[in-house]
């Protein structure tokens, strides 16, 4: 839901909720263990629901 | 036979009570149904008969390639929830489970156009000069 809120907040941002088992492919792809399991553009891997403060600490990264 | 029985399909109405502000859901399947892709039409039919806000479009994967690519759908079962403009928000796969809260949280964010973010978040978002893909990867329990 974060992410659905973030993409309510900048243009910029698409959010993707992916069902993992209907494709499989995806979850090998980004080594998906556990759910739910977030990635931002490729790069940034974040395991787990988290609050709101440490996603963004993640999404700073993106800012650089 | 209905996927929502009567006691959900309440449930549901009175959630969606205060979205006054039409919501349209734009579902992508095939023209050979994928598993799912049935069963996700239907259940997004379903909800937007339980509120005169809500409208849905179906559209065809290889069809409508036009139109998938612009919404950056690339695979089916698909649906983008639409509000005043497109946010950006996208569900892959059927929302059962718990992904049928967040599929009703998601027209209730979309109705109401606010993200609902702290200050400090809006800021830093607020600083993005590209486009960025959240892949949020759940499973249906």
């Given at each position: 839901?974060?992410?659905?809120?973030?993409?309510?907040?900048?243009?910029?941002?698409?959010?993707?909720?992916?069902?993992?088992?209907e494709?499989?492919y995806?979850?090998?792809?980004?080594?998906?263990?556990?759910?739910?399991?977030?990635?931002i553009?490729?790069?940034?891997?974040?395991?787990?629901?988290?609050?709101?403060?440490?996603?963004?600490?993640?999404?700073?990264?993106?800012?650089? | 036979?209905?996927?929502?029985?009567?006691?959900?399909?309440?449930?549901?109405?009175?959630?969606?009570?205060?979205?006054?502000?039409?919501?349209?859901?734009?579902?992508?399947?095939?023209?050979?149904?994928?598993?799912?892709?049935?069963?996700?039409?239907?259940?997004?039919?379903?909800?937007?008969?339980?509120?005169?806000?809500?409208?849905?479009?179906?559209?065809?994967?290889?069809?409508?390639?036009?139109?998938?690519?612009?919404?950056?759908?690339?695979?089916?079962?698909?649906m983008?929830?639409?509000?005043?403009?497109?946010?950006?928000?996208?569900?892959?796969?059927?929302?059962?489970?718990?992904?049928?809260?967040?599929?009703?949280?998601?027209?209730?964010?979309?109705?109401?156009?606010?993200?609902?973010?702290?200050?400090?978040?809006?800021?830093?978002?607020?600083?993005?000069?590209?486009?960025?893909?959240?892949?949020?990867?759940?499973?249906?329990?």
């Amino acid at each position: 839901m974060l992410a659905y809120q973030l993409a309510m907040e900048s243009d910029q941002i698409q959010a993707h909720m992916v069902e993992v088992i209907e494709f499989p492919y995806l979850g090998n792809k980004y080594d998906v263990m556990g759910v739910p399991r977030t990635v931002i553009d490729e790069t940034i891997h974040i395991e787990g629901a988290v609050p709101e403060p440490m996603l963004m600490r993640e999404f700073e990264k993106l800012l650089n | 036979m209905a996927l929502l029985n009567a006691e959900i399909r309440k449930d549901v109405q009175q959630a969606l009570v205060d979205v006054k502000t039409p919501v349209i859901f734009k579902v992508f399947t095939q023209e050979l149904e994928c598993q799912y892709c049935k069963e996700t039409r239907e259940l997004v039919q379903e909800v937007a008969a339980l509120s005169d806000k809500l409208s849905v479009e179906v559209y065809d994967l290889v069809r409508d390639q036009a139109i998938a690519e612009s919404l950056g759908v690339d695979k089916v079962p698909a649906m983008a929830v639409i509000g005043q403009k497109d946010y950006g928000i996208r569900m892959f796969g059927i929302p059962s489970g718990y992904e049928f809260g967040s599929l009703i949280e998601s027209i209730k964010l979309v109705s109401d156009g606010e993200s609902g973010l702290s200050a400090e978040t809006r800021k830093q978002v607020a600083k993005l000069t590209k486009p960025v893909k959240i892949q949020v990867f759940i499973t249906p329990t």
